[in-house]
């Protein structure tokens, strides 16, 4: 009974120093690749601009649009430079340095996503706040930032695995937006998912923005429901963790 304490106590100790590692590393790319000029306006125009050329003109509540504009303000900030992170370490050589860290790839693709975590919930909240003011809406806060977060962690990791694919920047760059545009269009951001059709439906479950959208409509523009919304959580935590597994996988072949 003690050895398996001890064995239960060794392993939690392990992923907790696993977790501070990542999160230093999260601070590291926070202040060298995030909270520039470039990244800032392109988390936040090219969503704008999106989503004003799709819903000018459309009938539907407010927070309808809120919502979906948040949601692509998480996914486009997030994956912004999520998805060359990897390439542009790779390109400088500071990838490999940083592997001599007694680190695994797991928490270096961690500590990577984390920052895009801040950056893509910090984001949304810009964008987010002032639009709620403006509609004398106020939802329960930490619901609405749960999904935040949870949004940014699964867009981020999305981000990191488009990266661990790409070879140079214009490919990360290419590969994103292959992925970005039609989830885009066929999650449910300009039109309610119940309005598509049947087979469009079904595929737009295996999205994982579908899951973003759903929960920041429930927490924001209502009714919640506390069982689809936890099977929201649960869908965009084992996507976050699907992505961050094949990323590391994909990185320790390529470093090998």
């Known amino acids: 009974m003690l050895d398996q304490k001890e064995r239960v106590m060794s392993v939690a100790n392990l992923w907790v120093r696993g977790l501070v590692r990542a999160v230093y590393i999260a601070k590291k790319d926070a202040k060298v690749y995030y909270f520039k000029a470039p990244n800032l306006t392109y988390g936040l125009i090219v969503p704008i601009f999106l989503f004003l050329a799709f819903s000018v ?19 486009f900030s997030t994956t912004s430079i999520e998805a060359v992170s990897v390439v542009l370490e790779k390109e400088k050589g500071t990838f490999e340095r940083l592997l001599t860290a007694p680190v695994s790839m797991f928490t270096v693709v961690l ?3 984390l920052a895009g975590v801040l950056f893509g919930s910090i984001i949304s909240l810009v964008l987010l706040i002032p639009s709620l003011i403006l509609l004398h809406s106020l939802p329960n806060p930490l619901l609405v930032l749960i999904a935040i977060v949870m949004s940014s962690l699964t867009f981020s990791s999305l981000g990191v695995l488009v990266s661990s694919f790409a070879r140079w920047v214009p490919e990360a760059q290419m590969l994103s937006n292959f992925i970005r545009f ?4 066929a999650s ?20 994982p923005l579908t899951y973003s959208v759903d929960a920041l409509r429930q927490t924001i523009a209502g009714p919640f429901v506390l069982e689809p919304f936890l099977i929201d959580l649960l869908s965009m935590t084992l996507f976050s963790a699907a992505f961050l597994m094949i990323a590391a996988k994909v990185l320790e072949k390529k470093t090998g």
């Not at 649009?65 to 948040?70: A, C, D, Q, S």
């Not at 951001?189 to 999205?207: D, K, Y």
């Open 188 to 207: 449910g951001v300009f039109i309610p998912l119940e309005s598509m059709a049947s087979s469009l439906q079904i595929f737009a479950r295996l999205l």
């Open 111 to 113: 500590g990577k996503a």
């Open 57 to 75: 003109g459309v009938q539907v509540e407010p927070t309808f649009l809120v919502t979906g504009l948040t949601a692509l303000s998480i996914l």
């Open 182 to 185: 039609p989830m885009a269009f």
